[in-house]
């Protein structure tokens, strides 16, 4: 349940671009895309920041490491043809569904973590923000890796349950019942914008 939206709080889209949309996820994510659309038009109609969030995962120290599921190439010339091949297919674009405005604020990402690398802190202080909703894909890999980064700088965190989704069942049921009500607060994207509303 969701008690509170800071007057201050920006919206945080993660990766809800065209690659990741079309993945096989565990709730589909024409839906998910329906709600964050939603929240960004609040956003914007509330005069709070959006910040659209998307991932290029090449270069960051943790694609080197060693892992028991293979992901991205480990190899640098590996990964630069895996790169241009996601650029020519269009996997890093943002779906144009979402309803982003050129003036939003645009973070690209390398890893989970939307604060790991990236400018996104530095707009967040900008803007005096002490609040963050979060939605997007994948629960428990971008959506959750830059929650538990925001819990540990101290934003009050909300989650809207139904604009985000997994590519697995559990983890994003993990996610919104085990891992979220420890750091912030769970909500639909109904109450989260009433909330919003009464600021």
Known sequence: MVTAIDKKTALVVIDLQDGIVKMNLAYPAAEVVKQSARLVEAFHKAQLPVVVVNVVPFGAPSGKARTQVPGMPKD??????????????GFFTIV????????????????????????????????????????????????????????????????????????????????????????????????IIELLGKN
């Open 76 to 89: 640098e010339a590996m990964q630069q043809q895996a790169r241009a091949a996601m650029e020519a297919a």
């Open 96 to 191: 144009p569904e979402l309803g982003a405005r050129p003036e939003d604020i645009y973070v690209t990402k390398k890893s989970w973590n939307a604060f790991f690398g990236t400018e996104l802190e530095g707009e967040l202080k900008k803007h005096a923000i002490t609040g963050i909703v979060l939605c997007g894909i994948a629960t428990s890999i971008g959506v959750e890796g830059t929650a538990r980064a925001g819990y540990e700088r101290g934003y009050n965190l909300t989650f809207a349950a139904d604009a985000m989704s997994d590519m697995q069942a559990t983890a994003h049921e993990n996610s919104l019942n085990v891992i979220f009500p420890r750091i912030g607060e769970v909500g639909k994207t109904d109450e």
